[in-house]
């Protein structure tokens, strides 16, 4: 994500998002109640006296639209954001309608909120400063293959398949199905690569994610150089990856990736929880409760807990979230877009870790 102008006391920041993970981050910034101004279409009606008004003819226009509703559109790469005309030219007269601003890759967009959190402001950092391409993880054993895209928000999944291979006393017949097995793989495996020329981790259980990785090398294909890592779990496809990223086996390639960061984090909130002990705790009274002790270190909340939330709720987190901060408690949204995202749901979308135990 590019910056391009920040000024935090006038509440205004402009940015140009680069790829679909920038275009998460801002449907996670941008709320219900902002300001968000870009350049746009609209279609324009003249009307003359004495006569209907014509057809209207769609022109480029540049508007500001105050927020009451944001979508992202993953499969278009866009999000789309509705809400009233607040700034438009005069000679359009459109200020009061509504209109929908599509926000794409590479075009820039003007955020204007009333106060910026500090959480806010450190994810436009993060999002500034993150570098390289995302993770593709070929999760592979003898009876499926997932390939997917491990993304800052969660597991992009792109293609599954399943297999039915012969036992291995038809060695033959066994030895022909592997060898159309990989093949379907692999150019599944292509085809999302191609396109983003990402580094590439093999995993799955036993010799099979090992023979595809031979496999890949004897074939002329230019994704042999892209494998980076092959690695074992427990299970092939999805369950491979989720299973991946709970234990770790990705920690040095997603160092940067942030859906590892919230996996892990979840991970620990689960594991106090089960050993019992109350320096963790989770649903908004008992937060609220904690945070008035200043025992918060880490708050973690929902994305869709802060953005569906009805307008006394959300004011209400928001109330929490910075008093969370002004006791130097860190504040972290977990994508639901992924399995520890689904199990901070689970929780009530909402969970602390503690500085010290609670009774």
Request: aromatic letters at 6%; a positive charge; proline letters at 3%.
């Amino acid at each position: 994500m590019k910056t391009l102008k920040m000024n935090i006391k006038k509440g205004v920041v402009k940015v140009s998002p680069d790829s679909l993970d920038d275009l998460w981050h801002l449907y996670n910034i941008i709320l219900k109640g902002d300001e968000v101004h870009a350049r746009t279409t609209r279609e324009i009606r003249v009307e003359e006296r004495y006569a209907r008004p014509k057809r209207g003819k769609r022109v480029p226009v540049f508007l500001g639209v105050k927020v009451e509703k944001v979508l992202w559109d993953k499969s278009l790469n866009r999000l789309r954001i509705h809400g009233i005309v607040c700034k438009a030219p005069e000679k359009i007269n459109v200020k009061g309608e509504h209109h929908t601003l599509n926000v794409a890759m590479n075009r820039p967009i003007t955020i204007v909120k009333s106060e910026w959190s500090k959480h806010q402001i450190d994810r436009l950092h993060r999002a500034s400063r993150a570098k390289g391409a995302p993770l593709i993880v070929m999760s592979i054993d003898d009876e499926e293959f997932c390939v997917a895209v491990l993304r800052q928000y969660g597991v992009d999944v792109k293609v599954e398949e399943k297999t039915r291979l012969p036992g291995k006393l038809e060695a033959e017949k066994r030895t022909s199905a592997v060898r159309g097995f990989f093949k379907s793989a692999l150019k599944s495996l292509e085809e999302v690569w191609i396109p983003l020329r990402s580094p590439i981790v093999i995993i799955g259980p036993g010799f099979m994610k090992n023979n595809f990785a031979k496999y890949i090398n004897g074939e002329v294909s230019d994704v042999a150089g892209a494998v980076i890592d092959v690695k074992g779990v427990n299970s092939g496809g999805l369950a491979g990856i989720q299973e991946a990223l709970r234990s770790g086996v990705f920690t040095k390639a997603l160092k940067h990736v942030r859906v590892a960061e919230e996996t892990k984090v979840i991970e620990e909130v689960l594991e106090r929880l089960g050993k019992g002990r109350s320096d963790v705790t989770y649903g908004f009274v008992e937060v609220e409760k904690a945070s008035l002790f200043g025992a918060v270190e880490k708050l973690l909340l929902a994305d869709t807990a802060l953005r569906e939330a009805p307008d006394e709720k959300r004011t209400a987190l928001e109330k929490l979230m910075r008093e969370v901060e002004q006791r130097g408690g860190q504040i972290t949204v977990i994508s639901t877009e992924h399995e520890a995202g689904a199990k901070l749901l689970g929780l009530g979308g909402i969970a602390a870790l503690l500085r010290f135990q609670m009774g």
